[in-house]
T-cell receptor
Framework: AQKVTQAQTEISVVEKEDVTLDCVYE???????LFWYKQPPSGELVFLIR??????QNEISGRYSWNFQKSTSSFNFTITASQVVDSAVYFC????????????FGKGITLSVRP | NAGVTQTPKFQVLKTGQSMTLQCAQD?????MYWYRQDPGMGLRLIYY???????DKGEVPNGYNVSRLNKREFSLRLESAAPSQTSVYFC????????????FGPGTRLTVL
């Protein structure tokens, strides 16, 4: 069985602060994919990143960075110099690379960035 | 290239009424999915279709039926709506195995009174 835990439910920061969103996962599969999605107040789900389990290299994209640690089953997401437009719900998700494997979501973290 | 489209965006039903949520994708993806999103629950899979002509149950299929009409379209039907089906419904399609990523439609907000 797969499980994704996002222990933080709500985070509030002031603009320009750095913020880290935690994600811990459980799976019996040796190969899997991890994802982050953003859901802004408008409601759509926006894909941010996909990471393969065999690639533990951290990734940076502008103000966003992701830290994947297989040893602790974590895939954390850091926003540097946060902006008001970063206010959203962020979901971490997990999927095994099989045709009938489902995408398992965490319950999401609501991030509020205050001006 | 519109990606994944869903209609309608909003719907209000009375208990016992039926309706069909429509989903279409123009990315030539084989796999398509229906999810529901409830407060504090994340997204839960209702049904999915790995390819044209096949459908399978997800975590929460009770009260729903689906049809994969062709490669582009995957519809979700509520035969007799119940208040417990008040939710936001998302359709998604998945890229091939080399990138294996699901892209979501804008969602349908359904209220059952």
């Amino acid at each position: 069985a797969q499980k994704v835990t996002q222990a933080q439910t709500e985070i509030s920061v002031v603009e320009k602060e750095d913020v880290t969103l935690d994600c811990v996962y459980e799976t019996r599969d040796t190969t899997y994919y991890l994802f982050w999605y953003k859901q802004p107040p408008s409601g759509e789900l926006v894909f941010l990143i996909r990471r393969n389990s065999f690639d533990e290299q951290n990734e940076i994209s502008g103000r966003y960075s992701w830290n994947f640690q297989k040893s602790t089953s974590s895939f954390n997401f850091t926003i540097t110099a946060s902006q008001v437009v970063d206010s959203a719900v962020y979901f971490c998700a997990l999927r095994a690379p099989r045709a009938n494997s489902k995408l398992t979501f965490g319950k999401g973290i609501t991030l509020s960035v205050r001006p | 290239n519109a990606g994944v489209t869903q209609t309608p965006k909003f719907q209000v039903l009375k208990t016992g009424q039926s309706m069909t949520l429509q989903c279409a994708q123009d990315m030539n993806h084989n796999s398509m999915y229906w999810y529901r999103q409830d407060p504090g629950m994340g997204l839960r899979l209702i049904y999915y279709s790995a390819s044209e002509g096949t459908t399978d149950k997800g975590e929460v299929p009770n009260g729903y039926n689906v049809s994969r009409l062709n490669k582009r379209e995957f519809s979700l039907r509520l035969e007799s709506a119940a208040p417990s089906q008040t939710s936001v419904y998302f359709c998604a399609s998945r890229t091939g195995p080399s990138t294996d990523t699901q892209y979501f439609g804008p969602g349908t907000r359904l209220t059952v009174l």
